[in-house]
C-alpha cells in the first residue's frame, strides 16, 4: 500500500513537478518587491545572525518576551550552511526554497482537485492556483504564513486520499510554525469528532481522531518546545507566549487596528475577479470537505477578533481557495462549451486582472527597499557602516548585504520612548542622542522617554552611534524636516542616488505617492 501511495505521489511529480518547480523559482528569483518586514526580520535575518553571527534579531527574540520560535528561521539557517557565502546567493536562497516548496503546493493542490473531480477540474484548480495574483505575490515570500499555506495544501492532498497521520503531523507542524493555525485545527476536529459521534461511531471518534491527534500533536509540540528552550536557555513555550501577546494583551494592535469585518474586504481584494467563482465553489464543496470549509470559517471569524489584521494571515486558506474557485469556473464557465467567443470573453475578464496585478505587485509596489540593498551590495559601505533613517524593518538588513560593516536603524521596539516614532516627530533632537559626535544646527532638546513595554527592552532605545559612511533616508524626510538636509551637509555627507519605491507607500508620514529612498 505504501509503495502504491509512493508510486502514485512520484507519478504526480514527474507529469508536472518539474514546470510546477520551474515555474515557482521564476517566481521567486523575479519577486523584487516589498510587502511586510516579517520576510526579511523574522526568518532570513534570524538565520543570518545564527549562521554567520552577525545579524539583528528584534524585539520578539528577547529571552523577557520569546514570541518567536526556531522551526521556521532554523530551516533557513540550515539552508545557510549547505550553500556558499556568496551575498546574492545569502539573499535570496531562503525564497528560492520556499519558492521550491510552493512548488510542492501547486502540486498537492492538483492532486486533490483530480480526486474530487477529475482531469478537468483539477486543470481548472492548478489554473487559479498559478494566476492568483496574491499568490504569486506571496506565497513564494519568506514569512511563516507561506510556509504554513504550503502545508495547508499538503494537508488537503492526505484528507483528500485519507490518511489522517499524515494530515495530522502536517497539521501540527503549522500550529509548532504558527500558533493561529491551532483555530482552524480545533474547529476541523470538533466538526469530525461531531459527525462521528452522530453517526454512533465513538470508538472512531475517540481511537482514531483524537487519541492520534493529541499524541502527534504533544510530540511534535514537545519538539518544538525542545528547541526553543534549548535557545532560550530556559523553558520557553512559545505558542502560551503568542497567545497571552496577541490574544490576552491584543499586543499586535502596536502594528496598527482594524475593525472587526475588515477580512471581509482582505477576500475580496486577495480573491479579486476569483471572489464570485469561489463563492460559487463553497456551495459545491459543502458535500467533498464540509469539516475545512466549517474550520476555515471559525479561523477568519478568530482572525477577526483580532485588533490588528493583515492580509498575509489569509494564505493558508489558499490552497482550499484555489480548489472552490476551480470548482466554480467549471460550473460556470466550463459550461460554456458551445460559446466559444463567451467563453474567451469570460477567461480574459477573469484572469487577465489578476496576471495585471500580479505584475504590478511584484514587480513595482514597494520596490525600493531592495534596490537600495542591492545598491549597498554593489557599492559596499566602509568599516563605520550604514544607519537607515527610515521607518524600522523598511528595507532588508545584514542577510542582504552579507559581509559587510555594522549596520544601524531607529529602534521601534514596544514603548514611548521608541527612538523611530520620537525621530519622525521631532528629528534633530534624535539625531543629537544617537550621534554625539556629529556636528548639530539645532537647539532642541529631546523629549523624555516613556517607559518601554518591558524594561528588558529599554537598552535597545539607549544606543550611541558614530557618524556611519552611508545614510540611508526616506526620501521625504528632507521635505518635511529642511533642517535635515543641512545637518547632512555640515556632517559632509552628499546624495550618491535616488532610488523610487513606486506608486504610493505606507511611510512614517502615512500614505505618500511616488515615494522614494535616497542614499548619502
Not at 550618491?496 to 505618500?512: A, F, H, K, N, R
Request: with cysteine.
Amino acid at each position: 500500500m505504501a509503495r502504491s501511495l509512493w508510486a502514485r505521489a512520484w507519478y504526480a511529480w514527474r507529469d508536472h513537478g518539474p514546470w510546477l518547480l520551474a515555474f515557482r523559482l521564476l517566481n521567486a528569483w523575479n519577486l523584487r518587491t516589498s510587502f511586510n518586514p516579517d520576510e526579511y526580520w523574522q526568518g532570513p535575518e534570524v538565520s543570518h545572525a545564527w549562521r554567520y553571527g552577525d545579524g539583528h534579531l528584534t524585539w520578539e527574540w528577547e529571552k523577557c518576551v520569546a514570541l518567536r520560535g526556531v522551526l521556521h528561521p532554523g530551516i533557513f539557517a540550515l539552508l545557510l550552511t549547505l550553500l556558499p557565502d556568496w551575498p546574492l546567493l545569502v539573499a535570496y536562497a531562503p525564497r528560492l526554497l520556499q519558492g521550491a516548496l510552493a512548488s510542492f503546493a501547486d502540486l498537492a493542490v492538483y492532486r486533490s482537485a483530480e480526486r474530487l473531480g477529475g482531469k478537468a477540474l483539477a486543470r481548472w484548480a492548478l489554473c487559479v492556483q498559478l494566476a492568483s495574483w496574491f499568490q504569486l505575490y506571496a506565497v513564494t515570500r519568506t514569512f511563516s504564513s507561506s510556509l504554513e499555506s504550503v502545508l495547508a495544501a499538503l494537508v488537503i492532498d492526505h484528507l483528500t486520499r485519507r490518511a489522517l497521520t499524515g494530515a495530522l503531523v502536517l497539521g501540527s507542524l503549522q500550529v509548532a510554525i504558527r500558533p493561529t493555525a491551532a483555530g482552524f485545527w480545533l474547529a476541523w476536529a470538533a466538526w469530525e469528532v461531531g459527525v462521528r459521534v452522530q453517526c454512533g461511531d465513538l470508538h472512531g471518534a475517540f481511537w482514531k481522531l483524537l487519541v492520534p491527534g493529541l499524541q502527534i500533536s504533544g510530540v511534535v509540540l514537545s519538539i518544538s518546545t525542545f528547541l526553543d528552550s534549548l535557545f532560550y536557555q530556559r523553558f520557553t513555550l512559545v505558542p502560551w507566549n503568542f497567545v497571552q501577546f496577541n490574544l490576552m494583551a491584543d499586543g499586535g494592535a502596536l502594528y496598527g487596528s482594524h475593525p472587526w469585518h475588515w477580512y471581509l474586504e482582505g477576500l475580496a481584494v486577495t480573491l479579486g475577479t476569483f471572489l464570485p467563482f469561489c463563492c460559487v465553489g463553497v456551495g459545491l464543496g459543502v458535500k467533498h470537505f464540509p469539516s475545512q470549509l466549517f474550520a476555515v470559517g471559525i479561523s477568519i471569524c478568530l482572525l477577526s477578533l483580532a485588533s490588528h489584521k493583515e492580509y498575509r494571515f489569509l494564505l493558508p486558506f489558499f490552497p482550499i481557495f484555489s480548489l472552490l474557485t476551480g470548482q466554480g469556473l467549471q460550473k460556470t464557465i466550463g459550461q460554456l462549451q458551445e460559446e466559444r467567443t463567451a467563453k474567451l470573453t469570460c477567461l480574459t475578464i477573469v484572469f487577465l486582472p489578476q496576471i495585471i496585478a500580479a505584475l504590478f505587485f511584484c514587480l513595482v509596489h514597494q520596490r525600493g527597499a531592495e534596490a537600495v540593498m542591492a545598491h549597498l551590495r554593489q557599492h559596499p559601505a566602509g568599516d563605520d557602516g550604514v544607519f537607515f533613517l527610515t521607518a524600522c524593518h523598511a528595507t532588508p538588513f545584514y542577510s542582504f548585504v552579507h559581509g559587510q560593516g555594522p549596520l544601524g536603524y531607529l529602534d521601534c521596539s514596544p514603548g514611548q520612548g521608541s527612538p523611530q516614532k520620537r525621530f519622525f516627530e521631532q528629528p534633530m533632537p534624535v539625531l543629537r542622542e544617537i550621534f554625539p559626535e556629529a556636528l548639530h544646527n539645532a537647539t532642541e532638546r529631546a523629549p523624555p522617554k516613556g517607559a518601554a513595554l518591558k524594561h528588558c527592552l529599554e537598552y535597545r532605545y539607549r544606543k550611541s552611534w558614530q557618524l556611519p559612511e552611508v545614510f540611508v533616508l526616506w526620501g521625504s524626510l528632507l521635505a518635511h524636516e529642511p533642517r535635515m538636509g543641512q545637518w547632512l551637509e555640515i556632517n559632509r555627507y552628499q546624495l550618491e542616488v535616488e532610488l523610487q519605491d513606486g506608486v504610493w507607500s505606507e511611510g512614517p508620514y502615512d500614505v505618500e505617492l511616488w515615494p522614494s529612498f535616497s542614499i548619502w
